[in-house]
């Protein structure tokens, strides 16, 4: 590289790609760089739980000799990336954020990283996730917690895929995989500044990765750009023997759209549901997206969102993915190792043992009922008439990490209010990602969500890429100083 050639931490998927191609860049050099900032910032950032160094650098030496040899596998080969740590992968322990599995070693990658590698990516290593998935703030009790690195003083990260969100934004991964069963793809994009995809139960395989609920789990990348996320995410979707959620569903490309603009989309904002109770300085941010998309051309108008209204009115829909996890993790609840769990997450788990069996059905099938009901052209909510809906992706920025662990009872409050905007989209199937939007007056990022329908990936990031190319906010980075 030249001496004023950005520095390769900060280029994104494209600028690799194209550096490798013009031969200005390889796979190794790339790899190593990034080993080499994990090494130097990982003891502060606790990013990742685990570095795969031997695998990282067999991966890339392969991808440069095909490269060399003319064998390209297109547009992710030797492309460093990290998954979140519940993604098994091969001789690797899958802890889920927690001791208890430390000896739970992986015979086999997963679907997921196992199509990655056959895109030629290479794999970085592990990162911290909240305990076994379960939690919005990002923060772990028992193996740590990512920091936040817009502040100096440890801020929550977003959850559960916090390593992920923490190692793209500082530049020590171009992409992370991650999982959202109520936002944990999206929260951690929105409070760290980077792009996060949720993709349609369906259309990326689970297998391979540690459930919290089987219902809900979804497979996503974070990354700095839209088109990034769009190009993992065509790697790793389709239809997998060991998941049957997956089939029948017909691969798309998601590139296709990217740059088609919004120019006479039409362009919902929940005003009710995901605004109220929003901090201020965020729902203005996504009102001031909105406004640049009616710029583009997008018919934005305000709609009501009657089946939203519902599942927030509906209680004991927030103990549905709690009683799916404790049909995994009961037992450590019942012989003596909930001691051994971090506390806000064994308090989570024993709320689900609320929800009855005719509870659990019945909300099973009220999911199924509103989405159907979605498909309605006699609803104003419904997908026919309209392309995307607009809201803040979390209901309030980064706080500090002490703010949370005040009392129990703050950290519950708290922590429901990151992942109340996203589980909608989860409970109603929606596709959608998260893309910053601007910053809070204490320098902390905001995110804008964009919703679309079941399966509707291409329309959300087709409306993410107009509004990213027409703003300025993925250039921000962190200033690192307070590691000093």
Not at 302 to 324: C, G, H, K, Y
Not at 384 to 398: F, K, M, V
Request: with cysteine; proline share 6%; glycine share 12%.
């Amino acid at each position: 590289m030249s001496e004023n050639a950005t520095p390769i931490h900060e280029l994104n998927i494209g600028e690799l790609g194209r550096a490798y191609r013009d031969g200005s860049l390889g796979p190794i050099a790339v790899t190593e760089a990034l080993l080499d900032r994990i090494e130097r910032l990982n003891p502060a950032l606790h990013a990742f739980v685990r570095v795969t160094r031997e695998r990282a650098l067999g991966e890339a030496a392969a991808a440069e000799i095909a490269l060399r040899a003319g064998q390209d596998r297109g547009p992710l080969h030797g492309i460093p990336y990290a998954v979140k740590d519940i993604y098994d992968v091969r001789g690797e322990p899958t802890m889920a954020g927690t001791r208890l599995l430390a000896d739970n070693v992986a015979a086999e990658d997963c679907t997921a990283v196992a199509k990655l590698s056959r895109a030629g990516m290479v794999l970085l290593g592990k990162t911290h996730t909240v305990q076994l998935a379960l939690g919005g703030s990002g923060i772990n009790h028992d193996l740590g917690t990512p920091h936040n690195p817009w502040h100096r003083i440890p801020h929550t990260p977003g959850g559960s895929s916090s390593g992920s969100g923490v190692a793209v934004t500082t530049g020590l991964a171009p992409a992370a995989l991650g999982s959202d069963t109520g936002g944990s793809v999206r929260i951690p994009a929105a409070l760290n500044g980077c792009v996060g995809l949720k993709t349609t139960v369906g259309r990326i395989s689970r297998h391979g990765v540690y459930p919290l609920s089987w219902t809900l789990d979804s497979v996503g990348p974070l990354t700095r750009t839209v088109e990034d996320a769009a190009l993992v995410y065509d790697a790793m979707q389709g239809e997998d023997p060991h998941d049957d959620t997956t089939h029948g569903v017909a691969p798309h490309d998601p590139t296709a759209g990217l740059g088609l603009g919004v120019d006479g989309l039409r362009i919902g904002i929940g005003e009710t549901v995901f605004f109220e109770g929003a901090d201020a300085e965020l729902a203005a941010a996504a009102r001031k997206a909105a406004e640049v998309l009616a710029g583009l051309g997008a018919r934005v108008e305000s709609v009501e969102l009657p089946a939203v209204e519902r599942l927030m009115a509906e209680d004991n829909r927030r103990l549905f993915t709690l009683a799916e996890s404790l049909a995994h993790h009961r037992e450590w609840l019942a012989d003596g190792r909930r001691g051994q769990m971090d506390w806000a997450v064994a308090q989570r788990l024993e709320t689900g043992l609320a929800l009855s069996a005719t509870d659990y059905f019945r909300l099973t099938r009220m999911f199924a009922e509103e989405r159907a009901g979605m498909d309605d052209p006699r609803r104003p909510d419904s997908w026919h008439h309209l392309d995307a809906i607009l809201a803040p992706t979390s209901a309030q920025p980064s706080l500090p990490v002490e703010t949370l662990d005040a009392s129990p009872e703050a950290f519950a409050e708290m922590s429901g209010l990151y992942a109340r905007n996203t589980s909608f989209g989860n409970a109603l199937g929606w596709s959608g990602i998260s893309v910053p939007c601007g910053f809070t007056s204490q320098g902390l990022p905001i995110g804008l969500l964009i919703n679309a329908a079941p399966f509707g990936e291409a329309m959300a990031l087709r409306v993410a890429n107009a509004y990213q190319g027409a703003t300025e906010w993925r250039n921000h980075r962190p200033g690192l100083e307070w590691m000093e």
